[in-house]
């Protein structure tokens, strides 16, 4: 089992998490229980996933979540982007948040790209 505390990309991820939070502080009350809950959860599931994964027995287990968390990744970018459109969020404010989402979209792809090529390596020494 692995600490998932010591991942960078979990770091980052909950200080995207503890960021969106902050912002949607902000949001009109009527999003309460509409995109304010969609962002929080979808920025969330990015660490708790890491977290989880971590927690597997298994390589291609934790690769999984770590997929998992990618998809919250776009689907938090989407949701940024539109809170942007509809003036929830300031834009510079939105493309700190983008470029926070962007650099760990990109560390999660080099984790699991490393992952999957660890496995395709042993599956290749144990054929």
Known sequence: MKDYKKFLVWQKSHQLTLDVYKITSTFPK???????SQIKRAASS???????????????????FLYISFGSANELEYQIILSIDLKFI????????????E?????LNG???????????TLTAKS
Request: proline share 2%; aromatic share 4%.
């Open 30 to 36: 009527e999003e309460l229980f509409g995109l304010t």
């Open 111 to 121: 984790l699991i790209n490393k992952l999957n090529h660890a496995n395709s390596l």
């Open 46 to 64: 990015i660490p708790m996933n890491i977290a989880e994964g971590c927690g597997r027995n298994t390589e291609k287990d934790f690769c999984r």
């Open 103 to 107: 650099e760990i979209k990109k560390m």
């Open 90 to 101: 300031e834009a510079e404010k939105g493309q700190q948040l983008l470029l926070q989402i």
